[in-house]
């Protein structure tokens, strides 16, 4: 969530002195109360030492069930969210519930039939648990913070079992697919490095365009799109690999852009935070998108450095920096939409709204009506409200939001639960956009060439990789009476996931 959602309803849990928690759990075993031998199967362990992780606590309430602690941001406790461990060393027909009990947010779509993301050694592809075994209630067990629950049912023994708040996207899995591009020697897509996290991880400037366009004195028109600032939404990546794939295609839309615009491209601006496991922040604990006005160079490097870029391009005669677009993701809102800025100039504020309304044509997941204008101080330190500022009248700056859960496509009232293809469609409209805005079709038809027919090939690739289902969990005998779901939120909107056939 790009932007604020700091406000009086959204500050949310108080954790308290006496929750506080170091780091994440590490192989932690859980041995039922004045039990004293060896691990059996069934006593669970529990791991979140690993890229992305985040648990920092297990408390086991009974044989059945599990209080589980979100680990604070790295030096900042306000904010608990992302989550993403291991289970293993489990019993077949074990039957679980957790409860996630120290979310920092009270408002999540979780109310609206979110569910938690499951992976299992074998079943490696992610699938949403079924919305009728989560629960997201006001606790009186837990200070009346909001409490997510979920029932489960380990069915394979050997299985080391994963669960996350949304489908991960790592730091390193991000570094195999540059360096994937980049082994492909394409004259039209560049790699650099701009600069270095706290941490020393990369900054990856991406630059894709046709080779004319670097020539000595060439004029520039340029699109600037950054992701991850916010590390624990991992949407913004899936988003972002669909744009930079979509950019460096044949496809004839893909050839057009690239001979009439230059794409830079910063995927991750918070790599520590990601590698960390964080949700909002950076390693020293900033929400990095409240810093764009001062950005330190030894503090919020990797912001420091777009920023640099971004200032240094305005500056260049010879550069138009057109748009820039910085990629979120939303923990209360369905569907992909947009944030803008207000401008006094009426006309500068019409034409914002025309990329927006462009991919609203483009995007069956992108709202229109859910996008909003706005000048709120509390974002006056986000990318796009400085840069709106900086940025002359031929610019326009957006943030780009898109559901950590699912899209409602007009006219329906079917939820569809948003995968990683389609978060990465959404990316490849995004760039298909600019097309339209520019007016570019007619080039289109100039460069086309009959295009191999793929469709079908992935189609059939896609059903041999289909996953087994995971066991039903049978809500009954000693964990069937809890939670009654009393304060739960049901949601009115159907649910249409064929990707979970439990
Ligand atoms: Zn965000």
């Given amino acids: 969530m790009a932007e604020g959602s700091q406000s009086a309803p959204e500050a949310g849990n108080d954790m308290g002195n006496d929750d506080a928690i170091g780091g994440n759990v590490s192989k932690y075993i859980v041995l039922p109360t004045g039990y004293c031998g060896l691990p059996k199967k069934g006593h669970l362990i529990f791991d979140a030492c690993f890229e992305s992780g985040n648990l920092g606590r297990v408390d086991q309430v009974s044989e059945f069930e599990y209080d589980l602690f979100i680990r604070p941001d790295t030096c900042n406790p306000r904010f608990r969210v992302w989550f993403n461990f291991t289970v293993e060393n489990v019993k077949e027909s074990q039957r ?19 569910a938690p993301m499951v992976k299992s050694t074998s079943r490696p592809k992610w699938q949403r648990l079924p919305p009728k075994n989560v629960y997201y209630y006001r606790c009186p067990d837990h200070r009346k913070n909001y409490v997510m629950s979920f029932a489960f049912c380990f069915d394979r023994e050997e299985d080391i079992y994963q669960f996350a708040y949304c489908y ?4 390193t899995r991000f570094q195999h697919y540059l360096d994937s591009l980049q082994k492909r020697n394409m004259d039209y897509f560049f790699r650099e490095q701009l600069g270095q996290s706290v941490q020393q991880r990369k900054l990856d ?16 028109k340029v699109v600037f799109i950054t992701g991850r600032v916010h590390p624990g939404e991992t949407p913004s990546s899936f988003v972002c690999q669909g744009i ?18 230059v794409f830079k491209i910063a995927p991750m601006l918070n790599p520590d ?31 420091h450095g ?12 010879k550069t138009s920096l057109e748009f820039y677009i910085d990629i979120h993701a939303h923990s209360t809102m369905m569907n992909g939409f947009m944030y803008g800025n207000i401008f006094e100039d009426e006309e500068r504020f019409q034409r914002q709204a025309i990329f927006p309304k462009l991919l609203c044509q483009n995007a069956e997941d992108f709202s229109y009506s859910s996008t909003s204008f706005n000048r709120d101080a509390v974002k006056a330190g986000t990318g796009r409200r400085f840069l709106g500022g900086l940025l002359d009248h031929t610019s326009y700056c957006y943030t780009l939001e898109v559901s950590f859960y ?10 569809v639960p948003y995968t990683e293809e389609a978060y990465m469609k959404l990316g490849r409209n995004v760039a298909r956009t600019f097309l339209d805005y520019y007016r ?5 038809e100039k460069v086309a060439i009959p295009m191999p027919r793929l469709r079908n090939k992935i189609e059939v690739q896609r059903r041999k990789e289909k996953s087994p289902p995971y066991k039903h969990p049978l809500l009954r005998g000693p964990a069937g009476n809890y939670p009654n779901g009393k304060g739960d939120k049901k949601s009115s909107v159907n649910h249409k996931d064929p990707s979970t056939p439990f």
């Avoid at 009990?101 to 109310?111: A, D, G, I, P, Q």
């Fill in 205 to 220: 400037l991406l630059t894709i365009t046709s080779p004319e366009n670097l020539r000595e004195g060439a004029e520039q």
């Fill in 440 to 444: 570019l079709n007619p080039m289109v």
């Fill in 406 to 415: 699912s899209y409602i496509i007009s006219g329906t009232t079917a939820a």
């Fill in 96 to 114: 679980v519930i957790f409860n996630i009990v120290n979310f920092s947010k009270t408002k999540s779509l979780y109310r609206d039939g979110m």
């Fill in 168 to 171: 991960p996207y790592t730091y």
């Fill in 273 to 303: 935070g990601v590698y960390l496991g964080n949700y909002r922040c950076s390693l020293m604990g900033f929400d990095l998108n409240r810093h764009w006005l001062d950005p330190s160079p030894w503090v919020h490097p990797t912001l």
């Fill in 306 to 317: 777009v920023k640099q870029l971004i200032v240094q391009m305005y500056n260049d005669p």
């Fill in 244 to 261: 930079i794939d979509f950019l460096v295609s044949q496809h004839p839309i893909a050839r057009v852009l690239r001979e009439y615009l």
